[in-house]
């Protein structure tokens, strides 16, 4: 069963904007990891964030995380045509097998030139 | 620091037949997975090694689903007899030690297409 899953299923900006994506939970996490996936290719991992944080940053990427909603968002400032890609959210359980990462069904981000 | 590499990149086979993918994890990585993404989907977890030990395979198909990794380093995924449910990417990742590293590295997938 999914654990987080990503809204929206799509979303498509122009160059220059900034992209929100939202990750929810069912269970508590130890902490919550997004990854970047291109067409074709394995997944790349962004920003790792632990359920005592509430914001990290790297580079044009901000991850915040509310554990009372069980919710986390990515958001990318200033969006690139390479930033087109699918996002997935993937989350560590307290109640399952340290390392174990259920991953969402993503977010497909669509960045025009 | 070379990344995780998977073999073979296309796999076409039929129905009924039997198919094996490899993975070699970055160097020194004690943990390594398996995952299957079916098209729109997200990984789901096949299985999980820590050195040559599964630590979880819950959600492995036992029936016709194995896995190997000898010596702690290679795995191998075996598919014996495919179905057409099967057709999907099967990704390897690994990580340095599930006790202290939760950042997994994924290899480039292998394309499974069951006909």
């Known amino acids: 069963s999914q654990q987080g899953e990503e809204d929206p299923q799509a979303l498509s900006i122009q160059e220059g904007e900034n992209a929100t994506m939202n990750c929810s939970y069912k269970?508590?996490?130890?902490?919550l990891q997004w990854y970047r996936q291109n067409s074709g290719r394995g997944l790349v991992h962004l920003i790792l964030?632990?359920?005592?944080?509430r914001e990290k940053h790297s580079g044009r990427l901000r991850v915040t995380l509310d554990t009372s909603k069980k919710s986390s968002s990515l958001l990318i400032t200033a969006s690139r045509a390479a930033d087109t890609a699918s996002y997935f959210c993937?989350?560590?359980?307290?109640?399952?097998?340290?390392?174990?990462?259920?991953f969402g069904d993503g977010t497909t981000l669509t960045v025009k030139p | 620091e070379a990344g995780v590499a998977q073999s073979p990149r296309y796999k076409i086979i039929e129905k009924r037949q039997s198919v094996a993918f490899w993975c070699n994890p970055i160097s020194g990585h004690a943990t390594l997975y398996w995952y299957q993404q079916i098209l729109g989907q997200g990984p789901k977890l096949l299985i999980q090694?820590?050195?040559?030990?599964?630590?979880?395979d819950s959600q492995l198909p036992k029936d016709r689903f194995s896995a190997e990794r000898l010596k702690g380093v290679d795995s191998t995924l075996k598919i014996q007899p495919a179905k057409l449910e099967d057709s999907a990417v099967y990704l390897c990742?690994?990580?340095?030690?599930?006790?202290?590293?939760?950042?997994?590295?994924f290899g480039p997938g292998t394309r499974l297409t069951v006909t």
């Open positions: 090694f820590q050195n040559n030990g599964v630590v979880d």
């Open positions: 269970t508590s996490i130890n902490n």
């Open positions: 964030i632990r359920s005592n944080e």
């Open positions: 990742a690994s990580s340095l030690d599930l006790r202290t590293s939760y950042e997994q590295y």
């Open positions: 993937a989350t560590e359980s307290y109640n399952t097998n340290a390392g174990k990462s259920t």
